[in-house]
Antibody
Framework: QVHLVESGGGVVQPGRPLRLSCEAA????????MHWVRQAPGKALEWVAL????????YYSDSVKGRFTVSRDNSKDTLYLQMNSLRAEDTGVYYC????????????WGQGTLVTVSS | SYALTQPPSVSVAPGQTATITCGGN??????VHWYQQKPGQAPVVVVY???DRPPGIPERFSGSNSGNTATLTISRVEAGDEADYYC???????????FGGGTKLTVL
């Protein structure tokens, strides 16, 4: 059974950095692309970033490009999101998501970790 | 960038059929996935690749996609179906993954 556990969330001041981690279990992590998806309080889901199974290709939403960096360590079955220059609008729950299929179905989600950007 | 439009809310009585739409420019040429999110929980895929159901999802959930509208249909609605529903596509032309704004399904 797929298990994704995010960590690293918390309260951070605007402009400061924060790194999220996602530990994966129950599947061959190195075979799958992984995404970060976030959700501001009371708002819709928003896709943040994708990293291919081998890290060879990475994509970002326009709202985080240049500030966030996604990476993975397949030897540790762990996904990361380095968030720099944080803004109030980055506040929300961040989900680690496994994709599968030809059309990138998001088939497994973590429980999420809350990031609050506030002074 | 590609945009998906959903009605903010849909209400239906138990036992009736709920229809949730997802509008997008020529969305019929895209492949649509649908997610259910209950309060305080992570989303769960209920329909993928326009009309397929993952194991464990009741047959009451079905999807279709044509022209400028994709549709999630929930037949014989139950109280437990009350949740937010999101459509999602992968816009391969821009390598962006897009969600609709979500629809809150209320079971009267």
């Amino acid at each position: 059974q797929v298990h994704l556990v995010e960590s690293g969330g918390g309260v951070v001041q605007p402009g400061r950095p924060l790194r999220l981690s996602c530990e994966a279990a129950g599947f061959t992590f190195s075979d799958y692309g992984m995404h970060w998806v976030r959700q501001a309080p009371g708002k819709a889901l928003e896709w943040v970033a994708l990293i291919w199974y081998d890290g060879s290709n990475i994509y970002y939403s326009d709202s985080v490009k240049g500030r966030f960096t996604v990476s993975r360590d397949n030897s540790k079955d762990t996904l990361y999101l380095q968030m720099n220059s944080l803004r109030a609008e980055d506040t929300g729950v961040y989900y680690c998501v496994k994709e599968t299929g030809t059309y990138s179905k998001f088939d497994s989600w973590g429980q999420g970790t809350l990031v609050t950007v506030s002074s | 960038s590609y945009a998906l439009t959903q009605p903010p809310s849909v209400s239906v009585a138990p036992g009736q059929t709920a229809t949730i739409t997802c509008g997008g420019n020529n969305i019929g040429s895209q492949t649509v996935h649908w997610y259910q999110q209950k309060p305080g929980q992570a989303p769960v895929v209920v329909v993928y690749d326009d009309s397929d159901r993952p194991p464990g999802i009741p047959e009451r959930f079905s999807g279709s996609n044509s022209g400028n509208t994709a549709t999630l249909t929930i037949s014989r609605v139950e109280a437990g179906d009350e949740a937010d529903y999101y459509c999602q596509v992968w816009d391969s032309s821009s390598d962006l993954w897009v969600f609709g704004g979500g629809t809150k399904l209320t079971v009267l």
